[in-house]
């Protein structure tokens, strides 16, 4: 597999040389050279998946049981033992409509903010988009996520799920927010880790208490009991939080059968939220284009 990247990479190198004189070396065109060399990122994914399950017996089936065993856990303790959801009707289809936003957001940042270090071998011997490896982390856990949206998808039917169109579009939303948030932060962490390899633990430590900023294992009405409405409205500027609530509104809410109020106007708070997923991702990008040049002799 890394012979047909290297090969691959030199072919660009070489038609790069010929075509352009002036080109310079180790500048691309960013995430649109992602694009163009999509066969590379299809190569780079399945590399990704081989090795992290090489060796494995239930192999990808771990998509399935790693999220299971954090629901059971977080049921039991949370709306068994501590009777957090009694206010929540079909709580558990609740917490695990976005407990998946959040595993998804939490695999394709960390990961992609170690994609650049963890590929050095590559980075240093061939030139090819160094973007193709935080997006290759992000598409991973797409992958992962994907078992995790069949679980709740047969839970919610179980429990007489009947969406609508606006929904299942709230749906669609709130997944291309956290993928394109994830993308972003994953292309300016990864590349500060490359010059500072805090920037991973300091990650880590995100990861433990981004559930918590969401309405994942509570009820929205909560924060806005116990802050003031300036706290609300930042709150609700969060891209992760406005993809739980859209996750929200699409799998759980049609399984309610009495009145349960919803933040307020959803979409356009989605479309804000996409907003900011985009703002992360040209911060991103400006500084992985501007640090990029340097990866081959930190990493």
Do not use: C
């Not at 990247?5 to 070489?14: D, K, N």
């Not at 579009?169 to 709130?174: T, V």
């Amino acid at each position: 597999m890394a012979g047909n990247i290297r090969s691959f990479g030199a072919q660009q190198v070489a038609m790069t040389t010929s075509t352009d004189t002036y080109a310079v070396p180790g500048v691309g065109a960013g995430l649109l050279d992602v694009y163009r060399r999509r066969y590379l990122l299809k190569l780079i994914v399945r590399k990704e998946l081989r090795v992290r399950y090489r060796g494995s017996v239930l192999g990808l089936a771990w998509s399935y049981v790693k999220p299971l065993v954090q629901y059971v856990v977080l049921f039991f303790a949370l709306g068994i033992v501590l009777r957090v959801g009694d206010q929540i009707p079909n709580y558990a289809l609740y917490m695990f409509s976005g407990v998946i936003v959040i595993n998804f957001f939490s695999e394709a940042f960390s990961n992609a903010t170690r994609s650049i270090v963890s590929n050095a071998a590559l980075v240093k011997k061939i030139y090819l988009p160094r973007e193709l490896f935080p997006v290759a982390s992000v598409w991973v856990a797409a992958v992962h996520f994907l078992p995790q949206l069949v679980v709740l998808l047969a839970a919610a039917l179980l429990n007489g799920w009947k969406p609508d169109i606006m929904q299942l579009i709230g749906a669609a939303l709130g997944f291309v927010i956290v993928a394109i948030t994830a993308t972003g932060l994953g292309l300016l962490a990864g590349a500060i880790n490359v010059f500072f390899r805090d920037a991973e633990n300091i990650v880590d430590m995100l990861m433990m208490i981004v559930t918590w900023t969401s309405p994942v294992l509570y009820d929205w009405t909560m924060i806005r009991r116990l802050a003031p409405p300036w706290v609300l409205v930042i709150y609700q500027l969060n891209p992760i939080t406005v993809a739980v609530e859209l996750f929200h509104w699409a799998f759980w809410f049609p399984t309610v059968d009495r009145p349960v109020e919803l933040p307020p106007h959803l979409m356009w708070t989605g479309l804000i939220g996409l907003g900011m997923a985009a703002l992360f991702l040209i911060i991103g990008q400006l500084v992985f284009r501007r640090l990029e040049g340097h990866f081959a002799q930190e990493v």
